[in-house]
DNA sequence: TAGATTGTTAATCGATTAACAATC
DNA sequence: TAGATTGTTAATCGATTAACAATC
C-alpha cells in the first residue's frame, strides 16, 4: 500500500531510530530524522503520515512509538521465511548479516552446487544441496529467496524458484533477471553501482583535470 | 552529462550486448534489449542518443560500434582507481568481482584494520593496513573507494577519504554516510533490499494468505 | 511500394518540494 | 502570546511513455 520508495525509505528510518533509541533519544523531529538521512523533513513527515504515526508540534515524534508502528508495515508478524542460493563470498555475506539481523529474519536454507560446500556450516547455517531446493521450500515454506549464484546459473535458479512459488527475490548475480508480474524482483547490482559511480566521478572532472589527453 | 538513470542502464545494455556479442549477434533492435533488461524499446532508443549513436530502420543497432561507443561514454579512458577498506565476506565478494571483470578497473589497494588480515592475499590482492590509507592515496591516485567496513566504521574511513581527495565512494555500510556536495556517493543497501521485498510480498499476499490472525 | 524501426517531441505519470493553516 | 513544528494540499520537478514523421 505504501510507496516502495517509502518502503525503502522506512528501513532507513527504522534502523536509525533503533540507533537513537540505544542512545538514549526518546523523542525526534522530522528535520532531525532528515538529516540522518540526508533527506527532507517534508519528506520525512510525508513517509510518516503513511504508517499512520503521528507528531507533536513540541516534542516531534516518540521514537519508541515510531518503531512499533514501523515494525507492523515492514514485518510479516510471523517473520520472513528466507532460502539463499550461492553460498560464495557474498552469499556468506548475507548469511553473516542476516544471522545477526534480527528475529523476524528466519534462515530456512542455503544452498550450493559445490559438493566441497555441501553440510559445511557457515555463519551458522549448515549448507544444503541445491537439488533439495524444491524440498525445502515445499516443507518450510518460504517468503523471500535470495540468488547470489554466479550470472550465468541465476535465470534457472529463478524460475525453480517461481515455480516452487516463491514470490519474493532478490538478485545480486549481475544479470537482470525475467520473473511473471506477481513475484517481487529486487536487483542488488554491484556492477553497476562500482560502475556508475566511476562515470559520475570522471563526468564531473572533464575539463579540470586530464583533458582528454595533453600529457606526456 | 548523461541522466543517472541513464548511466546505470547503460551499464547494463553494456554487459548483455557483450554477451550477445561473443553469442554472434551483430546487430540489435532497440525492443531487443528492451526485452533483455525489461525495459521499453522508447526508453532504449532514448538512452541510446545520448550516447551518439545512430540505429538503421532496417537492421538496428551495431552491437560492435554500440559497445564501443559505451565505452567512451562510461569509461575513464586510462581506467579507474579503487581502493576497498574492510575485507570482510563482502569486501572479499567485491575483490573478487573486480578481478576478473575488465582491465579498466584497477584495484590500488584493499585494506584492513585486522592485523590477521594484513599481508594476507585475497583474490590477488594484498591486504594492507587501513592506517596506509593515506599514503596509498596520495602515491597512487585514487578515484573510487569502496567501503564495505562494519556501519559503525563506515562514517570514518568516509571522512578520511574524502580528506585524502577521492571523489567517488560506494558504500556498502549499512548506515547513511555524510559527504560534502562535490563528493559521488552511492549506496548499496543489502539490508534494506531484503527487507523492501519482505514487505512488498507481504503486502501482496495481505488477505488471500494469513489473515492478521485466525490460525491456533 | 508496404512494413517495420528509428529519432525525437509532446503528454503522462509519479515523486519530491514548497507552502501554510492548525497545533502545541 | 510568540515561535517552532506538524499534517496536508498544491506546485514543481524529473523521468517514463506515447505518438508519429522520417527513414530504410
Known amino acids: 500500500m505504501a510507496p516502495e520508495k517509502t518502503v525503502e525509505r522506512l528501513c532507513l528510518y527504522r534502523r536509525l531510530l533503533k540507533t537513537a533509541l540505544t542512545e538514549g533519544e526518546t523523542n525526534i523531529f522530522s528535520h532531525e530524522l532528515a538529516e540522518l538521512v540526508s533527506g527532507s523533513a517534508a519528506q520525512v513527515r510525508r513517509d510518516l503520515m503513511e504508517v499512520g504515526v503521528t507528531g507533536h508540534s513540541k516534542r516531534g515524534y516518540e521514537v519508541d512509538h515510531l518503531l512499533t508502528e514501523i515494525d507492523k508495515v515492514l ?69 523471500v529467496a535470495i540468488i ?51 562515470c559520475l566521478v570522471r563526468q564531473a572532472t572533464v575539463g579540470c583535470n586530464v583533458p582528454e589527453e595533453a600529457n606526456d
Chains 1, 2 share one sequence.
Open 75 to 143: 514485518d510479516a508478524p510471523h517473520g520472513t521465511r528466507i532460502v539463499l542460493i550461492g553460498v560464495g563470498d557474498l552469499g556468506r555475506a548475507m548469511l553473516r548479516f542476516m544471522k545477526g539481523y534480527h528475529e523476524r529474519i528466519k534462515v530456512v536454507g542455503a544452498f550450493d552446487n559445490d559438493e566441497a560446500k555441501i553440510e559445511r556450516v557457515v555463519h551458522g547455517f549448515r549448507c544444503k544441496s541445491v537439488t533439495d531446493l524444491e524440498a525445502v521450500i515445499a516443507s518450510s515454506g518460504v517468503d
Open 148 to 198: 547470489s549464484t554466479p550470472a550465468d546459473a541465476a535465470q534457472a535458479i529463478c524460475d525453480r524458484l517461481v515455480a516452487a512459488g516463491v514470490r519474493g527475490i532478490v538478485n545480486f548475480a549481475p544479470v537482470p533477471l525475467h520473473v511473471p508480474g506477481n513475484v517481487k524482483l529486487e536487483r542488488v547490482d554491484i556492477a553497476t553501482a562500482l560502475e556508475k559511480v566511476a
